[in-house]
């Protein structure tokens, strides 16, 4: 079983920054996938970025060029850079890893971009 808490939502206004941070806690050593994916409220929810353990990293068209994705191996962890934030970017965002067997989430953050 792998655990995964987020952290770094919040409001911020347009052109604004957030860094968003998940933190992988049990049977970490089986991870080979970590990303970020969000939900609008009445939208189907929606990769963002991911990384593998082979550091292909992998945005939406609608986020390359402000947002980077970044792992630390060491400490387990997975973090979102956010810049220019616009209103579109407003959702929950999630935390997402993957084993070769089973699929875990975070329990999301809201992420909200207003003025």
């Known amino acids: 079983q792998v655990q995964l808490v987020e952290s770094g939502g919040g409001l911020v206004q347009p052109g604004g920054s957030l860094r968003l941070s998940c933190a992988a806690s049990?049977?970490?050593?089986?991870?080979?996938?970590m990303g970020w994916h969000r939900q609008a409220p009445g939208k189907a929810r929606e990769m963002v970025a991911t990384?593998?353990?082979?550091?292909?990293?992998v945005y939406a068209d609608s986020v390359k060029g402000r947002f980077t994705i970044s792992r630390d191996y060491a400490k387990n962890t997975v973090s979102l850079l956010m810049n220019n934030l616009k209103p579109e970017d407003t959702a929950v965002y999630y935390c997402?890893?993957?084993?070769?067997?089973?699929?875990?989430w975070g329990q999301g953050t809201q992420v909200t971009v207003s003025s």
């Open positions: 997402h890893a993957r084993s070769r067997l089973y699929s875990y």
């Open positions: 049990g049977n970490v050593d089986s991870i080979i996938y």
């Open positions: 990384n593998t353990s082979g550091a292909i990293t």
